[in-house]
């Protein structure tokens, strides 16, 4: 399974636009590009995902690289519900989702 | 339509116990797979059924096992309970979307081992 690094953690203040990264460079061209999100005692969210162009949704968008060794969510503005453990996920296949250690997004009042 | 529900929420077993955890997915939904959430370890995938069939499996002992049943509702067991069991198990069904599938967890199991 292609493996994503991503940073530990970040911050972002309130109504601000938020961008978090994720390396993939191991990417291979049927790998989709999905990102969920974990809040507080809750079970992961899926948030949004890609193959090749850029994507937008209610929640976010995913911008996704030429050559698809790097992709960013971004949220548009920050609010204090974004507050969570953001994940980047290839995946090739159904069902099976590899977790890494995801971003840990504070949000700053 | 309801989310993916899991029963119970809480749950507190001994070491050598067995226990069986139940998912009931999004309604529609034929492939559900299993997680197991710990602080050491992160979010790690057990297995996925679908249409009664495992599709996945990750990489734990014989002693986690599941099943599915032809209305899609999953059931995980742990046999020979161990400390290290205690975590939160999360289920997961799956809506096929846009070329992949899209995953909808529920709020989990959390299962402490004493």
């Known amino acids: 399974d292609a493996k994503t690094t991503q940073p530990n953690s970040m911050e972002s203040n309130e109504e601000e636009p938020v961008h978090l990264p994720c390396n993939h460079s191991t990417i291979s061209g049927t790998d989709y590009i999905h990102w969920y999100r974990q809040l507080p005692s809750q079970g992961p969210e899926y948030v949004i995902h890609?193959?090749?162009s850029n994507v937008n949704n209610r929640m976010a968008s995913l911008a996704i690289a030429e050559d698809r060794k790097s992709s960013t969510l971004i949220l548009h503005r920050a609010t204090l519900r974004d507050a969570a453990v953001y994940y980047c996920?290839?995946?090739?296949?159904?069902?099976?989702?590899?977790f890494g250690q995801g971003t840990e997004l504070s949000v700053k009042p | 339509k309801a989310g993916v529900t899991q029963t119970p929420r809480y749950l507190i077993k001994t070491r050598g116990q067995q226990v069986t955890l139940s998912c009931s997915p999004i309604?529609?939904?034929?492939?559900v797979s299993w997680y197991q959430q710990t602080p050491g370890q992160g979010l790690q995938f057990l297995f996925e059924y679908f249409s009664e069939t495992q599709r996945n499996k990750g990489n734990f002992p014989g002693r986690f096992s599941g099943r599915q049943f032809s209305n899609s509702r999953s059931e995980m067991n742990v046999s020979t309970l161990e400390l290290g069991d205690s975590a939160l198990y999360l289920c997961a069904s799956a809506l096929w979307r846009g070329g992949t599938d899209t995953q909808y967890f529920g709020p989990g199991t959390r299962l402490t081992v004493l």
């Open positions: 890609g193959l090749t």
């Open positions: 309604s529609g939904h034929r492939s």
């Open positions: 996920i290839l995946i090739n296949q159904g069902g099976k989702l590899i």
